[in-house]
């Protein structure tokens, strides 16, 4: 699994469906992949809004612990999200990061829970996931509203000349009471930023 890939998922999908130029919003390793088919495919995205990612290597402090989380459930035995989010809480003790890490989790035909996504596949390719997608030079001039959370840690105000040398239309907005997962944590913040960003632009 590399960036290449998934942006290349997208842009079948956009085709498949008719979709020109596009407004493109992403999170966490969305937002790398987002910003990827940003920078290689101007022409396909309109505006752009990426979630408390930054287009940064992550390898100091990628998801090692949320991954082992997830792979230790027992799926078999489990009752409910809710009881999946308690068995988490030793490795995840953020309750937004266990809260998104378990919408992953569905119910297969039998009645017994499954992962959504394909969990073996993503935990061997976390060393890909957790690098910076963009290389020297890619950019993108469009518009650019970068979401951060206040109380994470995955855009520091380091990342500023980084974010501008890519996009630099770029601004960031910073959420104070979110984490990571600011679409969760701060749903109502989190869409008035977005929403003022897309109907100003």
């Known amino acids: 699994m590399t960036y290449d890939a998934m942006v290349a998922d997208v842009l079948a999908w956009l085709d498949a469906r008719g979709l020109g130029a596009v407004d493109l919003i992403g999170h966490s390793m969305g937002g790398k992949v987002a910003m990827a088919l940003a920078c290689r495919y101007s022409e396909r995205v309109r505006r752009l809004v ?82 910076n997608p963009l290389g020297d030079g890619e950019r993108y001039g469009g518009p650019v509203l970068m979401v951060r959370g206040g109380k994470s840690r995955y855009v520091t105000d380091e990342d500023a000349a980084k974010i501008t040398e890519h996009f630099p239309a770029a601004r960031v907005e910073t959420i104070a009471a979110a984490g990571h997962n600011p679409h969760m944590e701060t749903r109502a913040e989190f869409c008035a930023a977005v929403g003022a960003f897309l109907g100003g632009n």
Do not use: C
């Not at 287009?55 to 027992?74: D, I, Q, T, V």
């Not at 996504?117 to 690098?131: D, I, R, W």
């Open 50 to 131: 990426v979630v408390d990612i930054a287009p940064k290597n992550y390898l100091s402090h990628g998801h090692r612990a949320e991954f082992a989380a997830m792979n230790e459930l027992r799926l078999p035995e489990l009752q409910s999200r809710g009881e999946a989010e308690l068995k988490m809480e030793g490795r995840v003790p953020d309750w937004g990061m266990r809260k998104f890490l378990t919408t992953n989790l569905e119910r297969g035909e039998d009645g017994a829970w499954k992962w959504a996504v394909n969990l073996p596949v993503l935990t061997g390719a976390l060393t890909e996931v957790e690098a």
